[in-house]
């Protein structure tokens, strides 16, 4: 598949959002523009179940400005998709057909378990969670799903959104106690019909705006030390805090509230009720925040079509590290090299008890490996400080936010000063004697690096021997080995802290006349 770009138009019941993407089979899926208006489709729906004349021309100029848009970006593969508010309008054919006659863009109307379906082939596709409960709450239906070991189990929309439910309980712009007890009393009722939820244990993940403006509201209340909300994990406890917190908030003052989109100020306590009464009903302590949603789904679904291979749900970071490596670029024959010799020199520490063997350990430094000091890409001489900044504050697909620090702690180590330096802020985080091994698997690492650092591949095997009071590196490579020797034995520094003893590196160059 060649590279594509392609739109898509999320018609929501409280935005339409224009999202452009492209993708390449080497630098995979990337999002270049991404556009929203706040239309807020479900208020314009009659009591006849007619979407408005109003509604419909405000739906109609939307479309056709993002199409002039669309013209500008060279962009001509375009997938609209409406869901809860075009689909509820009784006269839905009809806006349809309006829409392509006045923009030239043809909407596709959702099914209530199509919906369901793109939001969880999105989260599977971006996030490690293998078994879960979902939840997609938008301005007029609420999508839930259940899936285990990454296969959808179950399906439910519900026809009301935070925009349909501030309509029918809340009189003025924020609620009150009174109308909090029975929006809480009429959610609890509605989840519980889903026997299917009840109880059962595991993660809720929410997606969609509203979800994303509660985590970025709690980051902002507890000075997040790094950046993104996609795998953002919070507790019940946190929600309920911050609900409180927000219920004693005057509109005027959620309008200003950073982290909280002003076009979401009215509807952002009923979400919190919301997602904390699905919580209780599933009986779980654990609240994740996916920032990928309908539309990714969409477009993982639509790339698909044309790639079956460019997706593996079941091994959701192997993917976004070639895009990383990719788009700082490591060749795939670098990070192969990277991966086999980081293997091999952990064994050896293993085979030494340096090391207990740990699978875990091994998979963290492995994947360290693939994005070790990518950060050269922008400056040599301060790749440790770009490489941490650029892995610890952007979203990496199939990693926690704790898992992202412990990796950009290790593919960014140069010394302990260094290390303890980025560590500083997340001591609340990662335990003392965690964050020795850490700092050994960097220097580890660091070694490694230096192995290749022609980025020749040349290097085939690495082995470790104690030797009286040293330990000898027996290095194996084909060809001349001029750069790694000087460069190893520059770095053979940080293996003699990790062995608390002298390192002798001795080469074996093969094939090399």
């Known amino acids: 598949m060649e590279k594509v770009k392609t739109a898509i138009i999320d018609i929501g019941s409280n935005t339409v959002r224009l999202v452009m993407y492209q993708y390449d089979k080497n630098e995979g899926l990337h999002e270049f523009g991404n556009i929203k208006t706040v239309a807020r489709l479900r208020t314009h729906l009659l009591p006849t179940g ?16 993002f199409k002039r848009i669309l013209e500008d970006y060279n962009v001509t593969d375009i997938k609209a998709a409406a869901t809860a508010a075009v689909r509820q309008a009784s006269n839905n054919q009809e806006i349809v057909r309006r829409m392509k006659e006045e923009t030239g863009i043809e909407i596709e109307i959702l099914s209530e378990e199509e919906e369901a379906y793109f939001g969880f082939l999105a989260v599977v596709n971006s996030m490690d969670t293998a078994s879960a409960v979902t939840i997609d709450i938008g301005g007029g239906s609420t999508e839930i799903t259940l899936f285990k070991n990454k296969k959808l189990q179950e399906t439910h929309s519900f026809p009301f959104g935070t925009v349909s439910l501030k309509q029918k309980f809340v009189k003025g712009s924020i609620m009150d106690n009174e109308e909090r007890k029975l929006l809480h009393n009429y959610i609890k009722e509605q989840f519980k019909s889903l026997s299917w939820i009840c109880g059962v244990d595991l993660p809720v993940i929410a997606i969609g705006g509203s979800a994303r403006n509660v985590a970025q509201v709690h980051q902002q209340q507890h000075r997040y030390p790094i950046s993104g909300v996609h795998q953002y994990e919070m507790t019940l406890d946190d929600l309920l805090e911050l609900k409180q917190g927000l219920s004693q908030m005057t509109f005027e003052q959620l309008k200003q509230l950073d982290g909280l989109s002003s076009d979401r100020a009215d509807i952002i306590v009923p979400a919190i009720e919301v997602f904390t009464t699905l919580m209780e009903t599933v009986s779980t302590e654990n609240f994740q925040l996916s920032k990928k949603g309908l539309r990714e789904g969409l477009i993982i679904h639509r790339v698909l079509q044309g790639d079956a291979t460019a997706f593996d749900k079941y091994n959701v970071f192997a993917e976004n590290a070639k895009r990383i490596a990719f788009e700082y670029g490591r060749s795939i024959e670098e990070v192969e090299t990277l991966c086999a010799l980081s293997e091999q020199m952990y ?12 699978q875990q350990h091994l998979e963290l430094i492995q994947r360290a490996a693939k994005v070790f000091a990518i950060g050269e890409y922008i400056e040599l001489e301060s790749s440790s400080q770009h490489t941490f900044y650029l892995l610890a504050n952007q979203s990496i697909a ?27 802020p997340f001591l609340s985080w990662i335990p003392r004697e965690e964050l020795k091994y850490l700092r050994d698997f960097g220097a580890l690492l660091r070694f490694v690096y230096a192995l290749n650092v022609s980025k020749r591949n040349i290097v085939k095997q690495v082995m470790l021997n104690r030797i009286d009071e040293m330990v000898q590196v027996d290095v194996t490579v084909e060809g001349s080995a001029v750069a790694e020797i000087y460069q190893a034995e520059r770095t053979k520094k940080h293996m003699e802290r990790i062995f608390k003893c002298e390192v002798s590196i001795h080469f074996h160059e093969e094939g090399w006349k």
């Open 347 to 358: 064994r050896e520490c293993c085979k030494l008890d340096y090391f207990t063997f740990n």
């Open 398 to 424: 199939g990693m926690n936010h704790l898992e992202r620090i412990k990796l950009a702690l290790l593919a960014s180590y140069k010394n302990r000063d260094y290390f303890n330096r980025f560590a500083m």
């Open 50 to 65: 007619d979407m408005s004349e109003e509604g419909m021309g405000i739906l109609s100029k939307t479309l056709a400005s």
